[in-house]
């Protein structure tokens, strides 16, 4: 298997605590949880700040979005800190969510240590591990079918029946939506699809 140049970085960041993207971008887990706790005071329906469309057909899909935020949260945070108490999980993860394709996914797996490999094995193959994932797995496949009741709606015909100033509020609404969406894709969704990938290597060995 020929290794990409992106490969070698990451595979290199292993022994470093530091993976990076192709943008040389480093995937911080604690920088996702502080976005994720900025949305969430956001996202609070009861005694917070979040706002209902005066829309009744575009407040159904805002609710259906913010309602998987919500439920994504607590698993996503379980995860994440279960990584960043296990450097060795943290720096894996953090490698294969950088890597872009399955190949390069597969070369920073090769890439371990024997004793790392064997705790990445371990935890996959963990009732707790098990457990952390299943939730994952739950949580992702709830914000996905959300998002794509989100995206097969053509929001802005929705609001151009209001006033201009009802549609910058329903805008800056809308806002807050996209950025749940776009969390949830970097998230849990991009967490539990690289698992998936994951797990199949140990499973093929």
Do not use: H, W
């Amino acid at each position: 298997m020929k290794k990409s140049i992106l490969t070698v970085v990451v595979a290199a960041a292993l022994t470093t605590g530091c993976a990076t993207s192709g943008s040389s971008e480093a995937v911080s887990y604690n920088a996702l949880q502080t976005k994720g706790q900025e949305l969430y005071t956001q996202s609070i329906v009861d005694g917070g700040t979040y706002e209902p469309s005066l829309i009744e057909d575009v407040e159904i899909i805002r609710t259906a979005v913010n309602t998987a935020f919500l439920a994504a949260r607590p698993a996503y945070e379980n995860y994440i800190n279960q990584l960043i108490n296990e450097p060795v999980l943290g720096n894996y993860f953090s490698a294969v969510e950088a890597a872009e394709s399955d190949e390069d996914k597969r070369a920073v797996y090769d890439a371990l240590t024997m004793e790392d490999r064997k705790v990445i094995d371990d935890f996959n193959s963990s009732t707790m591990g098990n457990e952390i994932m299943g939730s994952l797995g739950d949580a992702a496949k709830v914000a996905l079918k959300n998002i794509a009741m989100f995206k097969s709606m053509n929001t802005s015909d929705m609001v151009s029946g209001v006033g201009f100033k009802e549609m910058m509020s329903e805008k800056n609404k809308l806002a807050l939506t996209i950025e749940q969406i776009d969390y949830l894709n970097d998230t849990i969704i991009s967490a539990y699809t690289n698992y998936k990938v994951v797990s199949a290597f140990r499973s093929a060995q």
